[in-house]
């Protein structure tokens, strides 16, 4: 008798449901906020799907305009004023030479320096202040550090418009992106394993470089590989300290002057011939194609890593 008195206050109230032969309550702030989910779920989605219809649009519009120049000629020629003879042997030399240079020096520093801040540094308000100031600098555009590496790296230690200076200039650029995800990553690695390191009599550093490190490598590779595909789809950076627009030779030492894909593809764009347009798209294939390959290592190394170590 009681349960029907309830089942009728509730039923007045307007805040049951009846589930087959189960009457459950349901209160009205429920209802409202299973339709904001509900909402929101759909705005997402919708949000999502018009992303990828947009970058699926942007790829086939590539593709269809730049496969005609794609050939082993393309990217084993050099520049030319004529389209039909344009190619991106230059580019993709100097691509690979200031990578070749950026990628080491940006990991074994990034990697360093965040093994230090989160094993070895005190925890004091200089420690945070570091940090902090390492994940803004993070956040800014990347013509400042083009600015920064015109006047240390260019005019400062007279490098000139060299690989040498590039390499260095996007180190910067990197480095606080791979900082940050290393310690991520270090921070990720489980307080039992250092403990169980410390009772067995591991020192510090044999902890670090034996157990917490090798657990971290994963994400600590990931974090690495994308920043460095950043670097390699940067153009402002290199267009203030001086990189060239037109390059008819391949750079010989460090100190040679040199030109990269991003650059090259700009320089096609901004011609007023439709033929460099197609040019132009057929080189931005060839640089997704660059970045799909590395994100795609990064993911490999990933997975082996993480097998490994399971």
Known sequence: MKNDFETAGLQEEGLFMNR?????AVSRHDVWRKFKDSLFAGVFLTAIVLSLLTLAFLLASIIYKGHGSLSIDFLTSYPSRFASQAGIKAALAGTFAFVAITAPL?????VCSAIYLEEYAPRNWFTKLLEINIANLAGIPSIVYGMLGLVLFVRGLDLGRSVLAGALTMTLLVLPVIIVASQEALRS???SLRHASFALGGTLTQTVFRVVLPVAMPGILTGTILAVSRAIGETAPLLT???LTYVAFLPSSLFSEF????IQIFNWVSRPQVEFQDVAAAGIIVLLAILLLLNSAAIVMRDRFRKRMG
């Open 189 to 191: 690695v489980p307080v």
């Open 241 to 243: 300290i001086g990189a």
């Open 106 to 110: 940006s990991f074994a520093i990034g």
């Open 20 to 24: 087959g032969s189960r009457f459950v």
């Open 259 to 262: 030109t990269v894909l991003p």
